[in-house]
């Protein structure tokens, strides 16, 4: 093979067994690593469980060390700290898949990607950012509700608060600009109007000029049945939404994805990585809700199964920038995907239970570990999202009965998950 390399994932989630899954079948990769991996992703690479994707001279010396020659960067936080910065000055030759610090602002400031939004005509929510409380409460006095509160920084996929009633709202301002309630992310605040629609997630790799657009997906965020309760990174997902019709995939492309991929490119940001936009279908039309500057999870689990093509190819076009020539074969069948966690999860939850029950799920279901580790021949929970389980079938609701009918199979201490994924679809 003229260009097979080396391959190093960063992460420890399900979306990076994903990645280490679609990877491992590509001709264009040699030996597959994963830094630091979990307990699932063994069976597809080799775990690095000492380095740390935020330890910019622990992930270079595995480079060194292991002759890696493709780094795939999945979290948004080595991003938006800006590793690919560093490590392309280190190594000039590596080929990154991952935007440098300031493409990857997109996802690191709310701010940011709403002025970006605003310079190139890309339709989203009208906003206002505060830093100081007084002034975010006298706008919500101005505004009628539901107030969206957003996070400006980094918060693990949960900085954002949509609350019906005025006065919660004041109090939460006051919880994140003078409180701690999301940390340093949370001292900044993006109020938006609220959109009324239904959300649905798009995926494109971008090379700096042209883009490759993936497969479609619905994730469902909180922890409770019917969306009720907290948010949480993610409870399963479904791909391709059946609302999603070309029609409105027409609207995402010319009114979306080609004037972000145009916008960046006119900014001088040269972004080479994949690119989320978290959209919502109000009456027809699209608008962004939120940009990721990497892929989202669990829709990661559900895109990249329905992808035939080689994805190693795919991720040297980002780097080398050949998306212009790359054919994407998408499989026409539907995905979908369900998460397991741990009890008690968002908040507080116990790990190292026992699991158990795996080697009686058949081999058509694809199990994505998130937060799992090996404890000598045993398997244990290791984080709170535990496996998502994904199956493949000509209609998402039969997908998702394969994916409920094996985890009836596994069991561990406190597990839950969501039995109505995809319950607001047609």
């Known amino acids: 093979m003229n260009d097979q390399r080396h391959t190093l994932i960063l992460g420890s989630g399900g979306r990076e067994h994903a990645l280490a899954h679609q990877l491992a079948q590509s001709e264009h990769v040699g030996n597959l690593y994963i830094a630091p991996g979990n307990g699932g992703t063994l069976n597809r690479a080799t775990n690095l469980p000492d380095v740390s994707p935020n330890n910019v001279n622990q992930v270079a010396d595995a480079i060194e060390k292991h002759d890696i020659g493709l780094l795939v960067v999945g979290p948004e936080d080595p991003l938006v700290n800006g590793i690919r ?27 940011f990607a709403k002025q970006f939004m605003a310079r190139h005509g890309i339709p989203t929510a009208a906003y206002k950012t505060f830093t100081n409380a ?10 009628s509700g539901p107030y969206v509160l957003k996070a400006d920084g980094l918060a693990a996929g949960k900085g954002v608060l949509i609350i019906n009633n005025a006065e919660e709202a004041k109090s939460a301002v006051v919880d994140m600009l003078e409180g701690d309630k999301f940390g340093e992310a949370g001292h900044r605040l993006v109020i938006e109007a609220f959109l009324d629609g239904i959300e649905f997630s798009v995926f494109a790799a971008v090379d700096g000029k042209s883009h490759v657009l993936l497969p479609t997906a619905k994730d469902y965020k909180r922890i409770g049945e019917g969306d009720t309760g907290l948010n949480t990174g993610g409870m399963g997902a479904v791909s391709p939404p059946p609302f999603v019709d070309d029609a409105l995939m027409i609207k995402v492309e010319e009114r979306i994805v080609k004037p972000t991929v145009e916008g960046l490119q006119a900014e001088g940001i040269d972004y080479r990585g994949f690119v989320f936009f978290g959209l919502i279908n109000v009456g027809g039309d699209p608008f962004v809700i939120e940009y990721n500057c990497r892929l989202g999870d669990p829709e990661t689990e559900v895109v990249l199964p329905r992808i035939n093509s080689d994805f190693g190819e795919l991720c040297l076009g980002i780097h080398n920038q050949t998306l212009h020539n790359y054919e994407i074969d998408i499989l026409p069948e539907s995905a979908a995907t369900v998460m397991v966690v741990s009890g008690g ?79 607001d679809l047609p």
Not at 134 to 143: L, R, T, V
Not at 360 to 384: C, E, P, S, Y
Not at 390 to 397: E, G, K, R, S, V
Not at 398 to 403: D, F, G, K
């Open 134 to 143: 007084k002034d975010a409460q006298a706008y919500i006095d101005k505004i």
């Open 345 to 423: 999860y968002p908040e507080a939850y116990e790990k190292g239970k026992e699991i158990s029950g795996l080697n009686q799920v058949h081999d058509d279901i694809m199990i994505f570990h998130a937060g799992t580790a090996r404890d000598g021949d045993k398997l244990r929970t290791n984080g709170g999202r535990v496996m998502a389980f994904t199956a493949i079938d000509d209609h998402y609701q039969r997908a998702l009965m394969h994916a409920y009918n094996a985890i009836d199979k596994v069991c561990f201490e406190g597990i839950y998950f969501r039995k109505d994924i995809g319950f």
């Open 85 to 111: 910065d560093e490590l392309a000055q280190r190594f000039p030759h590596l080929a990154i898949v991952g935007p440098g610090k300031h493409g990857a602002q997109l996802e690191g400031s709310k701010d």
